[in-house]
T-cell receptor, first 115, second 115 residues
Framework: GENVEQHPSTLSVQEGDSAVIKCTYS??????FPWYKQELGKGPQLIID?????GEKKDQRIAVTLNKTAKHFSLHITETQPEDSAVYFC??????????????FGAGTRLAVHP | NAGVTQTPKFQVLKTGQSMTLQCAQD?????MYWYRQDPGMGLRLIYY???????DKGEVPNGYNVSRLNKREFSLRLESAAPSQTSVYFC??????????????FGQGTRLTVV
């Protein structure tokens, strides 16, 4: 079945360093790749997404890259700050009939940014 | 704008008891979803409702039932709770689009413990 693998499971960086989280997906029909940030005690919140017709997308300190051939996509956070500390999830979704969005999630990465 | 609201936030059940988790969204979204989140496993889809009047099984539907009461509300029922259903449950919703996947908005979660 469809599967999304995410690495690493934990990541510890110093404030100001960059952080990179990588995901691979199995379903070649996937065409939508969102990244969610989950803070303690809260629900996941979308921080950036990319579609299969785009190779890279940036939003201030965060960027996502997509390699469709390798079925691989990554999240890059530059100039990390303590408030970036959270659990990050990647996800993949194909275009389902009926207009809904059937997301398959990775297992998550716990990012800790130390002052 | 409340977004997606889940009740209750916390619940402890005894094995064999039943309960219903409630979810409501005020964004006029067509599709709604129930996920469970377990350590090291990301979020897994239990059931979804592509539109009012329809429901379908996700990855892990066994032991659960759902009801799409109206466009706003989507409930998840555990008929006979088991310790394996101890988890954090998230409800989510998405707007309908014929052309592209849209952002999933999540509730705050319900932390359920079955003893």
């Amino acid at each position: 079945g469809e599967n999304v693998e995410q690495h690493p499971s934990t990541l510890s960086v110093q404030e100001g360093d960059s952080a990179v989280i990588k995901c691979t997906y199995s379903d070649s029909a996937s065409n939508y790749f969102p990244w969610y940030k989950q803070e303690l005690g809260k629900g996941p919140q979308l921080i950036i997404d990319i579609r299969s017709n785009v190779g890279e997308k940036k939003d201030q300190r965060i960027a996502v890259t997509l390699n469709k051939t390798a079925k691989h996509f990554s999240l890059h956070i530059t100039e990390t700050q303590p408030e970036d500390s959270a659990v990050y999830f990647c996800a993949a979704s194909g275009r389902a009939p009926g207009g809904y969005n059937k997301l398959i999630f990775g297992a998550g990465t716990r990012l800790a940014v130390h002052p | 704008n409340a977004g997606v609201t889940q009740t209750p936030k916390f619940q402890v059940l005894k094995t064999g008891q039943s309960m219903t988790l409630q979810c409501a969204q005020d964004m006029n979204h067509n599709s709604m979803y129930w996920y469970r989140q377990d350590p090291g496993m990301g979020l897994r889809l239990i059931y979804y409702s592509a539109s009012e009047g329809t429901t379908d099984k996700g990855e892990v539907p066994n032991g659960y039932n759902v009801s799409r009461l109206n466009k706003r509300e989507f409930s998840l029922r555990l008929e006979s709770a088991a310790p394996s259903q101890t988890s954090v449950y998230f409800c989510a919703s998405t707007a309908r689009s014929e052309y592209m996947n849209t952002e999933a908005f999540f509730g705050q979660g319900t932390r359920l413990t079955v003893v």
